[in-house]
């Protein structure tokens, strides 16, 4: 049995054409069911949904044997679990693409906080990722933990900046916030339990070389 982790919404939806490619079809439509294993056309395949950030926590502690997930995910899940020894990442699958920003209330000055060395408080999910880059520009930051709606911190004053992720942007201008610094291109990865690696060599690496067949075909 080969078991693999994705998440509800645009993973699972953008990883479809790539497990078509590989001759898989999941039979349910994980929207329509309550099931949080699905079955596909192959018998000895399925597809387990778990949170975009337990994929990597699933695949590196076998509940999983492979999975999809971002690099945002993927950064915050090694710093949290000193380095995630046995998640192996052989493929870039160019899905799930956006950006990871800092953002903050158009009538914050950032580049002048920056500039006059001020304590920026900003707010994030991604911790780990918001501490080397503030690190790295020698800034001054109070990182606060949120869960999710980081647009709002700025506006209710708990923080003067947040570290989110970006695609179009309209997130951002629907809640009157700008894109200050970008600090990388996100996009999500194949990821495999080492073990299950040397055991279901074959069928894995042909899973490897279909997914990025169906890639370069796309581009
Ligand atoms: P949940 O919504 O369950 O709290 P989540 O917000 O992390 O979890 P998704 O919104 O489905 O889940 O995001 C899954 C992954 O897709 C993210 O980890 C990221 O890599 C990528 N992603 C997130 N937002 C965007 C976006 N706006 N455009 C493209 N890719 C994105
Ligand atoms: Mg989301």
Same mark, same amino acid.
């Given at each position: 049995m080969l078991t693999l982790a994705l998440s509800k919404g645009r993973i699972f939806e953008e990883t479809l054409p790539l497990l078509a490619a590989a001759g898989i079809e999941v039979t349910e439509d994980p929207e329509k069911t309550r099931k949080l294993i699905l079955a596909t056309n192959q018998p000895d395949v399925r597809v387990v949904l778990v949170r975009?950030?337990?994929?990597?926590?699933?695949?590196? +502690?076998?509940?999983?044997?492979?999975?999809?997930?971002?690099k945002d995910v993927l950064i915050e899940h090694a710093a949290e679990n000193?380095?995630?020894?046995?998640?192996?990442?052989?493929?870039?699958?160019q899905i799930a693409k956006c950006r990871m920003s800092v953002a903050t209330r158009a009538d914050f000055d950032y580049e002048a906080a920056v500039k006059q060395g001020s304590r920026i408080r900003v707010a994030?999910?991604?911790?780990?990722?918001?501490?080397? +880059?503030?690190?790295?520009?020698?800034? +001054?930051?109070?990182?606060?933990?949120?869960?999710?709606?980081?647009?709002l911190a700025p506006l209710t004053g708990l923080a003067d900046a947040i570290v989110d992720l970006v695609s179009t942007g309209s997130?951002?201008?629907?809640?009157?916030?700008?894109?200050?610094?970008?600090?990388?291109?996100?996009?999500?990865?194949?990821v495999v339990n080492q073990a299950a690696l040397k055991l279901k060599r074959e069928r894995i690496r042909s899973l490897i070389a279909a997914f990025s067949g169906a890639m370069s075909s796309n581009s």
């Open positions: 975009a950030t337990d994929v990597p926590t699933y695949v590196q +502690h076998g509940g999983a044997d492979l999975g999809v997930a971002g000193e380095g995630a020894g046995g998640l192996y990442q052989p493929l870039d699958l994030t999910k991604y911790v780990a990722v918001a501490r080397q +880059h503030f690190a790295d520009k020698g800034v +001054h930051v109070d990182l606060i933990k949120l869960y999710g709606s980081m647009e997130t951002l201008k629907a809640n009157k916030l700008v894109e200050v610094e970008r600090i990388m291109d996100i996009s999500s990865r194949l």
